[in-house]
């Protein structure tokens, strides 16, 4: 196009000559060749989407730029145009002769429809009469339907099905099920549910309902209660397997209480008989094959006998209570608890005879204070586990274990107390070595088996400490008093020592158990009492044998208006020196001038206390001595050389 442009502009004169009609002369404005070439050049291509699309589909077959082809392309044109129209007539003809074929059929149809139409038109005026009595008949099955369905829910609802009416009646000896409960929880639900047709206008309706719904809960509670009597009767081996069927039984009889009450004691009878015969059977056949061995072999030695029963008790009404809480694990009304531990004490009641009769046998036969106090301790232990179990119920079991407890308890103190009155029916003197008498060791060596027995024992800390002070009461007032006794007649020093050995011997023994405090504390302020005798023994013992008790008194008695100690007969300067030779050989060997009771003490703690605080009174009886000496108002000469030990000089030759 660019080429064919260039040449139309390069030869004007040529491109004027092949035009007709066109002049030399005429204006460039007027020449109609130019206006089109400038119409051509002032053409905006870009904004002519037409002249685009025209070039476009001539570039298709215009494909050389020549003379011939430019002077052909209107022709070419032209025959291009021709062969698309007759193509376009060819393709619409086929279009043309489909539609005539499609007017046809749709002719053929229209005319099939125009006659089922006059047919249904004739059928309907035919069957007019039998459309509305199958309209009123559907309308009125419609109806029927709908009271169907009423009908069916409400029997769904407030009636059973005659599968669950013969689980309920069934046979009386018939078994009961899972599906029992279920349909017995259908009648609670319907009777239930029945109570809002009493608020409509179908009263009558809901007063039978409920009056029949009534008759068959009764009827089936009764059938249920029958049943589980006769399963709890057959409850009467050892080992004892509550089956679920049975738990659900006493759910459901919790709603009928009087029937639940008579079959937890037909349960507590039966188990009753059970827990009697395994009770009796441990006691004379043993176990399974002899292991273990029956308790009766063991009746020689009563607190294994004793305790072998109480196990045994203890460990079968753990397990009827874990029985009786497997059967009533579904029910929850109020007092199940008070219900399961009143059941436990009737069946364990069985038992407690022919406990009571072992126990007494063996406590009446008095096999001695240690084994009273621990068979005491050991009922007191089981009547506190076993309450744990059967809670503070009146059962009878517990009672006859307090019973029990407070029979060997009463024989244990009885014993107690004839040790004691036959301690002073024989009051022993004295040992020559002013130790413990035999009867005192004795005594201690039991007292210190029960307070073993006692601290060793399970009982609570506070029935403990109860027992212990009745014991010590009853095993140390009357020792005291028969050391007190057995020690009149003998001398100050000798009693002092006598009576803290014994009282020693009884604070070692209590000091290694508890609750001994305020008997240790007793103790310690009697054992004092008689350490301050001994000491003031031993110092005038010192004192006499040393030649300075006379003159320590005279000092102590002296006032001023006698005169000077100088001019006393018993203090001169001659007595002094020779009694301060006396006292310094006490000085040179302290140990000559013991007593010999204080070798015999058994504490050389004791010994070492009496000797140091001895020790002091005589430091200070010679330092009041020593201090009148000194004293110008005495009127000694030279006291220097009377004295020539100062106190301080003595209390360090002493320490």
């Known amino acids: 196009m660019a080429e064919s442009r260039g040449e139309v502009e390069a030869p004007p004169s040529g491109s004027a000559q092949g035009l007709p009609g066109s002049t030399g002369t005429a204006p460039p404005s007027s020449n109609p060749l130019s206006r089109k070439l400038h119409k051509v050049l002032e053409t905006r291509l870009d904004n002519d989407k037409e002249m685009l699309e025209a070039l476009k589909a001539l570039s298709t077959f215009f494909v050389e730029n020549s003379l011939r082809t430019r002077r052909n392309l209107r022709g070419d044109i032209e025959r ?101 409960f279920e349909a017995l929880g259908r009648v609670k639900q319907i009777h239930n549910d029945v109570k809002i047709l009493l608020r409509t206008n179908q009263q009558r309706t809901g007063l039978e309902i409920m009056e029949q719904m009534a008759l068959l809960q009764e009827t089936s509670y009764e059938r249920l209660y029958r049943w589980a009597q006769s399963e709890c009767r057959t409850l009467t081996q050892e080992s004892c397997d509550i089956s679920p069927v049975l738990t659900q039984a006493m759910e459901a009889l919790q709603d009928r209480p009087v029937l639940y009450k008579y079959t937890l004691d037909e349960f507590g009878t039966a188990r009753r008989s059970a ?5 009796i059977d441990a006691l004379t056949r043993g176990g399974p094959g002899g292991t273990p061995r029956p308790i009766e072999m063991h009746s020689h030695d009563p607190l294994r006998y004793v305790g072998d029963m109480l196990a045994w008790l203890h460990q079968a009404t753990a397990s009827e209570k874990e029985h009786l809480e497997a059967m009533l694990k579904l029910v929850t009304t109020q007092g199940v608890e008070e219900n399961v531990q009143e059941v436990v004490g009737h069946i364990t009641e069985g038992v407690c005879r022919p406990l009571k009769v072992r126990i007494e046998q063996v406590i009446v036969a008095e096999p001695g204070a240690v084994l009273l106090y621990k068979i005491s301790n050991l009922l007191k232990f089981y009547h506190h586990t076993i309450s744990g179990i059967l809670g503070n119920s009146a059962a009878m079991l517990l009672t006859t274990i307090e019973e029990m407890h407070l029979l060997s308890k009463k024989i244990f103190f009885n014993s107690l107390s004839l040790h ?18 035999s009867a005192l060791n004795q005594t201690l060596t039991l007292l210190r088996e029960v307070l073993a027995s006692h601290d060793s024992s399970v009982v609570p800390l506070d029935a403990r400490q109860a027992d212990f002070v009745q ?44 609750f001994t405090d305020k008997r240790l504390e007793m103790l310690q302020f009697q054992i004092e009492a008689h350490l301050d005798t001994l000491i003031n023994e031993q110092a005038s013992c010192v004192l006499t044998r040393a030649g300075l008790s006379c003159i320590y008194k005279s000092v102590q008695q002296h006032k001023p208006e006698q005169g000077p100690l100088a001019n006393l007969p018993s203090l001169d300067s001659v007595s002094l020196k020779a009694a301060m030779v006396q006292f310094d050989r006490y000085l040179s060997a302290p140990d000559n001038l013991l007593m010999p009771q204080l070798n015999f003490l058994l504490s050389p703690t004791v010994k070492e206390q009496i000797i140091k605080q001895s020790t002091e009174l005589v430091f200070r009886a010679y330092s009041d001595i020593y201090a009148a000496v000194m004293n110008p108002a005495n009127e000694y000469k030279d006291p220097e050389t009377i004295l020539h030990r100062s106190p301080h000089q003595v209390q360090s030759l002493l320490s």
Do not use: H
Request: aromatic share 6%.
């Open 80 to 180: 291009r145009s021709l062969a698309i129209n007759e193509e376009f007539v060819c393709i619409f003809k086929q279009v043309k002769e489909e539609l005539e074929s499609i007017n046809e059929d749709v002719q053929a149809m229209s005319n099939c429809c125009q006659d089922m139409t006059i047919r249904l038109q004739a059928a309907k005026e035919q069957t007019q009469d039998l459309m509305v009595k199958t309209t009123k008949l559907q309308a009125e099955n419609q109806r029927l339907e709908m009271k169907a369905q009423v009908a069916g829910a409400f029997i769904g609802k407030f009636q059973l099905t005659p599968d669950e009416m013969n689980l309920l009646r069934g046979t009386r000896d018939g078994p009961i099920t899972e599906d029992f």
């Open 275 to 279: 827990v009697v015969r395994g009770f």
């Open 420 to 437: 004691a009155s036959k301690l002073m029916e024989k009051v022993e003197l004295p040992p020559p070595d002013l130790g413990p008498s």
């Open 471 to 514: 014991v010590l009461s009853c095993v140390l007032d009357p020792l005291l008093q028969l050391c007190t006794v057995s020690a009149s007649n003998l001398g100050t020093a000798d009693m002092a020592t006598f009576m803290v050995n014994s009282l020693y011997m009884m604070k070692t023994t209590l000091a290694l158990f508890e």
